[in-house]
């Protein structure tokens, strides 16, 4: 009796053990799905995001480009903006390309579908990531490098046409033909700022020191080599060029090269010329290019006068 009683309580004892062992059970399974879950939602989080950010910079890239685009060769943006993004890991996606021209500016809206992995579990199986960028084009107010020495008297300038950037002796102002001294002064300095561009940096409303005197040996000789410093196949024109052509240069319009000697004179803006040629020898080396848009790196501001020569800025 007493050994039977004893043997029910030892039942009893089991099963309430178990019991509780299997709701441990239970528990450790819940929290198992729940953990798992939720490393499966961050891992998925995740993953949008990393996608975002990598959509985002391809957006940005495609944007800028296409801004440079549609300043130098306008109609071709889009193909441009599909280029950039296609090297940036997304090829064929779709995009909407809007371009403002009184506010100058483009701007890109991308979307792509991101798969989910784990978030199929819980019946989420996609999330889209969108990127948006625009850039604005602004005139330039200052620049750090590759400046050459001519300057222009400040006048409203016609794209496409052709300007006489140095004059020949006897066709410029007294002892002005349009050189400038950059950097220092004398026939050296000259000739290395006409190959090599000057790396200063130089700002609107900057005074700067004219260049007297005819110089006709370097100009010849300098403009000579950057018109053979063409690598480009075919070779480029002023109506087609590639932005990084020796042939494109960079120089100042000026308040007025219409001075007596070395004078100081004031920066009013920068504008790019494609040179096409350098005429004469002796005391008549002329040097012509044709105005042209195009794009720098330098600062860039609202209130600039426009010269032609612009910075391209991400604004969102
Ligand atoms: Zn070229």
Do not use: W
Not at 220 to 247: M, Q
Request: proline share 3%; hydrophobic share 40%; glycine share 12%.
């Amino acid at each position: 009796m007493l050994k039977n009683h004893l043997h029910k309580k030892n039942g009893m004892v089991s099963r309430f053990l178990i019991s509780e062992r299997g709701s441990s059970m239970i528990f450790f399974a819940l929290s198992l799905i729940v953990i798992a879950g939720s490393a499966a939602l961050v891992t998925d989080i995740g993953m949008l995001a990393m996608e975002k950010a990598r959509l985002g910079n391809a957006v940005d890239a495609a944007t800028l480009a296409a801004t440079r685009a549609h300043l130098e060769r306008p109609g071709t943006e889009r193909t441009v903006a599909a280029s950039y993004l296609e090297k940036n890991g997304f090829p064929g996606i779709q995009f909407n390309l809007d371009i403002d021209l009184q506010d100058n500016t483009l701007e890109i809206m991308a979307s792509e579908d991101v798969p989910y992995g784990f978030g199929r579990i819980l019946g989420v199986d996609k999330a889209i990531a969108h990127s948006r960028a625009a850039a604005k084009v602004l005139p330039v107010l200052s620049m750090t490098h590759g400046i050459r020495p001519f300057a222009l008297s400040d006048m409203p300038l016609v794209f496409g046409a052709s300007y006489t950037l140095k004059n020949g002796g006897g066709s410029g102002y007294t002892g002005n033909y349009g050189a400038i001294a950059l950097g220092g002064n004398g026939a050296s300095n000259y000739l290395d700022n006409i190959v090599e561009g000057y790396d200063g940096r130089l700002m609107v409303g900057d005074q700067i020191d004219t260049e007297p005197g005819n110089m006709s040996g370097p100009t010849y000789n300098g403009v000579t080599s950057l018109l053979a410093d063409c690598i480009h196949n075919p070779k480029c024109t002023a109506t087609s060029f590639e932005p990084d052509c020796a042939r494109l240069i960079t120089i100042v319009i000026v308040d007025s090269m219409a001075v007596n000697g070395r004078k100081t004179v004031k920066i009013k803006g920068f504008a790019s010329f494609f040179l096409t040629g350098v005429d004469g020898q002796g005391k008549d080396s002329v040097v012509h290019g044709t105005f042209v848009r195009s794009i720098t790196s330098g600062e860039m501001d609202e209130g600039q006068s426009d010269y032609g020569l612009y910075g391209v800025r991400l604004i969102q």
